[in-house]
């Protein structure tokens, strides 16, 4: 599927639901967040994909082959480039280091804008255009940027991208490569996403925000759809997934759900583990603490710029996601990150990022503590590229 023109549509057949209140909406026009302020799940009461429908989503391509449980209308084409379809990997060096016979790598870092971030601005600007958006914003910590700069160059619209201005020199050269009007800050992406919402309102382009409009977790639940289609409908028994925003881990939660729901995957759900570093970890203090919400991490700092989110709106819905599934949240220093990073992508073969060496290093630990049987099936995600990040001895630098 190639076709990047949104044609007309025949009706929305979602809704929208608040975990948060409770709240249901329809899904017409450009929504944002539910009236309380937290994030809109959308829901899809009335479809009913069975066994006939997974047998044929192996005949179709990239991350749109599941359109049944996706964001789009009859004969509705998406905005794509072709994301999704990226490889399960088993690490067998790897896995003999850490005795753990069974360990696989999803690798997102081949999608086409070089991360996992392609798969959830690909449905929110497919579903955004098709309201008639034609001007976007978002703050980014580097990777979300260069996706919604290709994402909207695809759609023909405009964005404008506000990044920290640490983030890694290659990730903004991609965000100019593809016309995105890219705004740097001295700070956080917390502040990136302060100025972002304050254009949208100054300018009347629509906010991208991560959650604050509900198709990019979406297009991020493909990540669970393509890893049960990979393994042949049979759940892992554990997921390592590296969290900044928390939209991937989210998704994936979300997929397996209304994958078991339509008797497309039977069991229990995997135990999901958030993986943070050690300089911006709001989401492992929470767990640890057993509470509900994460406060707001104070001077946060890693060179895994993906995981330097100091206050993710979907915090609840992580920490609901790793307390279901008997999960939980593991902390790494970025030396040890950075040098996982490094020492898989010589064992493997694999380009590493920092966020995937974080999540490869924890599951060193888990193994360790005894938290992840070495007889288990772990999937561990490397969310994107390391080719976009600094050279493995300036991300040994200090801050």
């Known amino acids: 599927m190639t076709d990047s023109v949104v044609r007309p549509s025949e009706g ?9 209140c409770g709240a249901t ?3 017409e026009g450009l929504p944002t967040v539910c009236i309380c302020g937290q994030p809109w799940l959308v829901r899809y009461p009335d479809r009913r994909p069975g066994i006939k ?15 049944d449980f996706l964001p789009l209308r009859p004969f509705e084409e998406p905005v794509t480039l072709g994301e999704g379809d990226t490889p399960l990997l088993r690490l067998r060096r790897t896995a003999a280091r850490l005795g753990i016979p069974n360990l ?30 034609n001007r976007f914003t978002l703050p980014t910590a580097g990777n979300a940027g260069i996706a919604a700069s290709a994402y909207a160059a695809r759609a023909g619209a405009e964005v404008r991208v506000f990044a920290p201005d640490t983030t890694p ?44 409009e509900p198709y990019r977790i979406e297009g991020k639940k493909t990540l669970g759809l393509e890893l049960a289609l990979q393994m042949a409908w049979k759940m892992p028994d554990v997921i390592l997934y590296p969290t900044g925003g928390g939209t991937g881990l989210i998704g994936m939660w979300k997929a397996f759900l209304e994958l078991k729901e339509h008797g497309w995957v039977e069991g229990d759900l995997p135990r999901f583990y958030s993986v943070q570093s050690t300089g911006c970890a709001p989401i492992v203090k929470a767990f640890a603490e057993g509470a509900d919400r994460a406060e707001i991490w104070a001077d ?28 939980g949240a593991v902390a790494i ?33 888990l193994v ?32």
């Open 104 to 133: 696989w790598l999803k690798d997102e870092g081949c999608n086409p804008t070089g991360s996992f971030k392609a798969r959830g601005l690909s449905a929110a600007i497919t579903r955004a255009t098709a309201a008639g958006a």
């Open 12 to 20: 929305i057949d979602w809704t929208l639901e608040c975990l948060a």
């Open 333 to 365: 220093d970025d030396a040890v990150l950075v040098e996982a990073a490094e020492t898989v992508s010589r064992e493997e073969g694999v380009d590493v990022s920092p966020e995937g060496g974080a999540a490869l290093a924890a599951l060193e630990v």
């Open 25 to 27: 909406s329809t899904a």
């Open 169 to 212: 020199r290659t990730i903004l050269s991609q965000i100019d490569t593809f016309g995105g009007t890219l705004v740097l800050l001295d700070g956080h992406i917390g502040d990136c996403g302060k100025a972002s919402r304050a254009w949208a309102a100054e300018s009347g382009a629509f906010d991208l925000s991560t959650l604050r």
């Open 53 to 67: 429908q997974r047998a044929e989503v192996r005949r179709r391509h990239s991350m749109w082959r599941f359109r």
């Open 300 to 327: 946060p700092w890693t060179v895994a710029s993906g995981l330097r989110v100091p206050g993710a709106l979907g915090d609840r819905l992580m920490l609901r996601a790793l307390r279901e599934t008997g999960g």
């Open 368 to 399: 360790g503590r005894g938290e992840v049987d070495r007889g288990e099936t772990a999937v561990v995600f490397n969310t994107g590229a390391g080719w976009l990040y600094r050279t493995p001895t300036e991300l040994r630098g200090k801050r």
